[in-house]
């Protein structure tokens, strides 16, 4: 079976790995333009296209699909680049640029989308931020029929995967993306064989997983201490959860719950006590733990070596 894939991140490269070891072939490999990254803001290319090249599968990076689009000399090279591909079949996964209804009509078995939740809920571009922050037990992969709408597509292989109380949205991410490439092979060989079987999604417990914004990352002390534990585990390692100490500005990596219970008379964000233990902080109705952390322009440490280079103590006070 001939396989063109459409993917950007580590997550999607995962999926491409498995289907090119399972045998199939992949004629093309689409993936978004390469991207400024790191400190020097040098041009970067994506996981995806990095893997590809180095297994010489041809790339396109396209800035948009859409014939008739700001970039349609961009949409008609991937256009002729596809229908020259002659794919059975098209698998995306965490692309990033939305499939317009000639992509769609394209490939003889359509196009599969592996998404990391158990849809309808999370639809959208940040469902494994958002199960965490939300403090979902259970999420999963559902390998999905693409449509013309967000995320909306039958649903054809579902997955579940339980959510651990110290998951983070980096480790979750590790385990969904396994997942995921292998029900992709499970679903490409049911399909070779007309033996997938689309149920529609329920209509019933539709949620939207919005883009993770910079802005979101601040710590709001004044929160319940599991909504603030959530919080930081479902910022890391993107874009990494944060608070202010005066003028500067800490990255918060790692903490656990305390379980003593908040004392009286303090104010949430103050620092109870910070040692080599770990930097304790009131919130709510709790005291959280931060164990691993990093000022700006450092490295992330634990908080014994933290505190050997930037001073905290007790009664001092965090921001929002």
């Known amino acids: 079976m001939r396989v063109i894939f459409a993917g950007t991140p580590d997550f999607a490269r995962v999926a491409l790995v498995q289907l090119h070891a399972a045998g199939f072939e992949i004629p093309l490999v689409l993936t978004q333009p390469d991207r400024p990254a790191g400190r020097g803001l040098k041009l970067q290319a994506s996981a995806v296209k990095q893997w590809a090249e180095s297994q010489q599968i041809p790339v396109v990076q396209p800035r948009s699909l859409r014939l008739d689009g700001k970039y349609p000399e961009d949409a008609a090279a991937a256009r002729d680049a596809m229908q020259a591909a002659q794919a059975d079949a098209m698998v995306v996964a965490a692309y990033g640029l939305i499939l317009p209804q000639w992509v769609l009509d394209l490939p003889r078995l359509g196009c599969f989308n592996i998404h990391a939740s158990l849809l309808p809920r999370w639809r959208g571009a940040a469902p494994i931020h958002r199960a965490i922050q939300a403090g979902d037990r259970e999420t999963g992969i559902t390998l999905m029929q693409m449509d013309a709408g967000l995320d909306t597509g039958d649903m054809l292989l579902v997955e579940k995967l339980g959510v651990q109380d110290t998951d983070t949205t980096g480790t979750l991410h590790d385990r969904l993306a396994a997942l995921g ?42 929160q319940p201490v599991a909504v603030v534990d959530r919080h930081i585990r479902a910022m890391t390692p993107f874009p990494g959860a944060s608070t202010q100490l005066g003028p500067d500005t800490l990255k918060l990596w790692h903490c656990e719950i305390d379980s003593c219970s908040r004392p009286p008379d303090v104010r949430e964000g103050q620092i109870l006590s910070a040692n080599a233990d770990g930097v304790r902080v009131v919130c709510r109705d709790g005291v959280l733990v931060l164990t691993e952390l990093q000022r700006a322009g450092g490295k992330r440490l634990g908080s014994a070596d933290f505190l050997r280079g930037f001073a905290l103590a007790p009664g001092m006070a965090f921001g929002k």
Do not use: C, F
């Open 181 to 222: 490439g292998q029900m992709v092979v499970q679903a490409l060989n049911l399909a070779g064989s007309s033996q997938l079987h689309p149920v529609r999604q329920p209509a019933q417990g539709v949620s939207y997983a919005h883009k993770i914004e910079k802005a979101e990352a601040a710590v709001d002390w004044t």
